[in-house]
């Protein structure tokens, strides 16, 4: 069964002007460093991250061009569309899928409501937004561009030779832009071979239950993680939490069970459980990887008081390509 992805977008992102970036999460661990692209995310879901594109430091927290440099030959299929903040403020979300029809290059499905009239009361909500883009188009080096006047696939060279000098290159101009047609944008870039083998990339706007710093969750290395040997003066709430955008912790079974799901998609050397050790002093936390150069930290995270430790049960899930944590909370 396809994995499918839903990117929760917090609510003081989705506004006029605003531009999104969900693209495939890379690390490098060369020499010593260990580099990320993004550096900077606001969510992280199965390998893919949710980027505030006009946050200042987005690119350029870290060294990353020798990570951008190793990535140069892998194109990607890219998809651009621009829609209401009020699509995703009504509950609407916004479903990318292939098309199973083999006719033209045009994507179907009911984009074209993202621009209809949105009532802001409940009545008005319907169903939610589908984008199916045909199999020809998802191909290496395509973009497909859906915009309010037009909905059209080019190669995405030719896009940005045509738009060379226009605001495309600009931020501030471009957020004016998309002001002044009551627009926000999203960019989806992502391998082919997501869709192309059944996934589904939703995204929607953060459930409120879930919002509580509206912080962007800043991505470090592990040789930035904090010192835990002052295990006593560190406290964590669980609804703070559950805020973590790494370790995508849920509480199951009325709340009394709390699950976590450590991504390691773009760790392809890691296959088992055996290649991982769990480990935790106090209520602080973490894994790591064992291999021929011996034992390193992956992550760590300090756990809330609640949960019991002692009855800790973990498994890594070869599907999802991820160790999944299990803590029965008191």
Same mark, same amino acid.
């Given at each position: 069964?396809?994995?499918?992805?839903?990117?929760?977008?917090?609510?003081?992102?989705?506004?006029?002007?605003?531009?999104?970036?969900?693209?495939?999460?890379?690390?490098?661990?060369?020499?010593?460093?260990?580099?990320?692209?993004?550096?900077?995310?606001?969510?992280?879901?199965? $390998?893919?991250?949710?980027?505030?594109?006009?946050?200042?430091?987005?690119?350029?927290?870290?060294?990353?061009?020798?990570?951008?440099?190793?990535?140069?030959?892998?194109?990607?299929?890219?998809?651009?569309?621009?829609?209401?903040?009020?699509?995703?403020?009504?509950?609407?979300?916004?479903?990318?899928?292939?098309?199973?029809?083999?006719?033209?290059?045009?994507?179907? $499905?009911?984009?074209?409501?993202?621009?209809?009239?949105?009532?802001?009361?409940?009545?008005?909500?319907?169903?939610?937004?589908?984008?199916?883009?045909?199999?020809?188009?998802?191909?290496?080096?395509?973009?497909?561009?859906?915009?309010?006047?037009?909905?059209?696939?080019?190669?995405?060279?030719?896009?940005?030779?045509?738009?060379?000098?226009?605001?495309?290159?600009?931020?501030?101009?471009?957020?004016?832009?998309?002001?002044?047609?009551?627009?926000?944008?999203?960019?989806?870039?992502?391998?082919?071979?997501?869709?192309?083998?059944?996934?589904?990339?939703?995204?929607?706007?953060?459930?409120?239950?879930?919002?509580?710093?509206?912080?962007?969750?800043?991505?470090?290395?592990?040789?930035?993680?904090?010192?835990?040997?002052?295990?006593?003066?560190?406290?964590?709430?669980?609804?703070?939490?559950?805020?973590?955008?790494?370790?995508?912790?849920?509480?199951?079974?009325?709340?009394?069970?709390?699950?976590?799901?450590?991504?390691?998609?773009?760790?392809?050397?890691?296959?088992?459980?055996?290649?991982?050790?769990?480990?935790?002093?106090?209520?602080?936390?973490?894994?790591?990887?064992?291999?021929?150069?011996?034992?390193?930290?992956?992550?760590?995270?300090?756990?809330?008081?609640?949960?019991?430790?002692?009855?800790?049960?973990?498994?890594?899930?070869?599907?999802?390509?991820?160790?999944?944590?299990?803590?029965?909370?008191?």
């Amino acid at each position: 069964m396809a994995n499918n992805i839903v990117i929760d977008i917090p609510p003081e992102l989705i506004q006029y002007g605003k531009t999104l970036l969900i693209e495939k999460h890379s690390e490098l661990f060369l020499d010593g460093y260990h580099l990320s692209k993004p550096s900077v995310f606001v969510r992280q879901v199965h $390998g893919l991250c949710l980027v505030d594109s006009q946050q200042q430091d987005h690119r350029s927290v870290t060294p990353t061009h020798l990570l951008e440099s190793t990535l140069d030959d892998e194109q990607l299929v890219q998809i651009i569309i621009e829609f209401p903040p009020e699509c995703l403020n009504i509950g609407k979300s916004v479903i990318i899928e292939k098309s199973n029809s083999n006719e033209g290059k045009q994507p179907l $499905g009911n984009f074209k409501d993202l621009y209809n009239e949105h009532q802001s009361n409940k009545s008005s909500e319907s169903k939610d937004i589908h984008i199916q883009i045909p199999k020809q188009c998802i191909e290496r080096g395509n973009m497909i561009v859906i915009h309010k006047e037009k909905v059209f696939s080019i190669k995405a060279n030719d896009y940005l030779k045509q738009q060379s000098g226009h605001f495309i290159n600009n931020q501030f101009a471009k957020r004016d832009h998309l002001q002044s047609k009551n627009l926000m944008e999203m960019t989806i870039e992502i391998p082919p071979e997501f869709l192309l083998n059944g996934q589904t990339i939703t995204f929607r706007k953060e459930d409120a239950q879930s919002v509580a710093a509206n912080f962007p969750y800043r991505r470090h290395s592990r040789t930035d993680a904090p010192a835990t040997n002052n295990n006593n003066l560190q406290k964590i709430s669980m609804e703070e939490f559950l805020l973590d955008k790494i370790w995508n912790p849920l509480l199951l079974e009325n709340g009394h069970l709390l699950q976590l799901s450590l991504d390691f998609t773009n760790r392809s050397d890691i296959h088992s459980k055996d290649q991982l050790k769990i480990v935790h002093n106090g209520h602080n936390l973490h894994v790591e990887i064992n291999n021929q150069q011996g034992s390193s930290i992956f992550k760590q995270v300090l756990l809330p008081e609640q949960v019991k430790l002692d009855q800790l049960k973990s498994h890594f899930d070869g599907q999802h390509h991820c160790l999944v944590i299990t803590l029965p909370v008191q």
